[in-house]
Every structure is written in C-alpha cells, then in structure tokens.
C-alpha cells in the first residue's frame, strides 16, 4: 500500500494537488436572469408583435455590439435609421436596460455566499456592456462585493468565446488555467475555456452545479 502523504502540519495532503481552486462565473443567466423579453413585455402588449420586435430589430447581434465594447448612443442611432418607427422602442433599450435583467437564478447567490464563506476565491468573466455594467454593479453590490476582479467585455473590448478574454482574465486573476473552474450557460464561451485548460461547467441550474463543484472539492 503507497504512503499517505502529510503537510509539514501532519495534515494529509490533498489526495488530486492539481484540482481548481478558484472559481470564475459568468453572470447574465448564470447569477441573474437576462432577456429582452423581460423589459420589453411592459412596453408592447400584443406577443406577436413582441416576439416579431425581439427577433427582427433588437436581435442578439445588434445588443452583442454593447458587450463588444460599443456605445448605445451609436448603435441605436444606426437601428433607429433602420425602424425608424420603432424608434422610441430602441431608444428604451439603453436608459431601461437594467429592466432586462430578471431575478437572481434560483440557488446561486446562495452558492456564491457559501463559496466565499468557505475561503474561495471569487471571479467572474461577463459579456457586458460598458455602459450599462457600473450601475448594476453597484446596485447588486450585496453579490459582487463578494469576488475579487471581475472582466467586463465591454470596457475590455473583447467578448467570450474569443480566446484572448479568457487569457486577460487569468493574468489578472493570477491564475493559471488548472487553477481556475468557469461556469457559463454558453456552450461556445465553456468549449472556448476548456480549450485553454480551465475546467469549465455547462451551466443549467444550481442543483445540477453543486454536485460538480462538490465533485472538485469546492463545496461541501
């Protein structure tokens, strides 16, 4: 039977040395809900006509320009000359977009709060605009005040799944890839991660994470 290793304390040593010690989240749909849906519903009453203003002029592809690093004040301006008959519409989407943002994701902050009890360090990676990021940061301070850094795409100009945010992320944090667990809703942002060594989690609620972090000796 091979020895069981000690500390200098007489502890015994952590049986996987190479396991994560720290954790990185994302935050839209992972610590908070997030969709368009959420603010626009109070706006336009008929769902036909919501679903239609969603899909065809405040897409995914028009708001991924805020995360990248543009100002509301250029992309709307160029969505409006595209609608301008929805031009008060999209006007909403920046002064009103904390409305977008819907209740903490059941079970997370809890996690987040047993994390840090437990001594672990705290980072999060957010496809976010630079705008929009510093009000809702210091309005869900009670969370945030809990991590240590957090990047933000667009203050930093790169989104996820680009290789290169991930690469910021860790020189910041001072971490290197082994070191790190990242959890993200986004299959293209968690395969971009685990190509770079992290160990990355799909994230689908907090019942499906606890065991996996349990599994990597996070928590208990």
């Known amino acids: 039977m091979p020895p069981i290793d000690q500390d200098a304390s007489g502890r015994l040593a952590d049986p996987r040395p190479d396991r994560p010690t720290a954790v990185i989240f994302d935050v839209g749909r992972v610590l908070y809900d997030w969709d368009p849906r959420i603010l626009y ?4 009453a008929d769902d ?3 679903d239609a203003f969603v899909r065809d002029v405040v897409t995914t592809e028009w708001h991924f320009q805020h995360d990248a ?5 250029d992309t709307s301006a160029e969505l409006i000359a595209l609608h301008p008959h929805h031009a008060d519409l999209i006007g909403a989407w920046g002064p009103r977009f904390r409305e977008s943002i819907g209740d903490p994701i ?5 996690l987040v709060a047993e994390l840090d009890a437990a001594g672990i360090p705290l980072f999060a990676i ?16 009670a969370l945030f005040d809990r991590f240590r850094d957090i990047v933000v795409s667009g203050t930093e100009k790169l989104v996820k799944p680009d290789p290169a945010i991930y690469h910021l992320a860790l020189a ?8 790190a667990v990242f959890i993200d809703d986004n299959q293209a942002n968690i395969d971009a991660a685990a190509k770079l060594g992290i160990v990355a989690l799909h994230f689908t609620d907090a019942a499906a994470l606890r065991p996996r972090l349990r599994d990597l000796g996070l928590v208990v």
């Open 172 to 179: 910041r944090f001072g971490l290197e890839p082994r070191e």
């Open 106 to 110: 059941p079970g997370m902050h809890e």
């Open 41 to 44: 519903r109070r706006l336009i």
């Open 69 to 73: 690093g543009r100002d509301f004040a």
């Open 48 to 50: 036909r006509a919501l």
């Open 126 to 141: 957010t496809n976010f605009s630079h705008e929009f990021w510093p009000p809702f940061r210091i309005q869900e301070a």
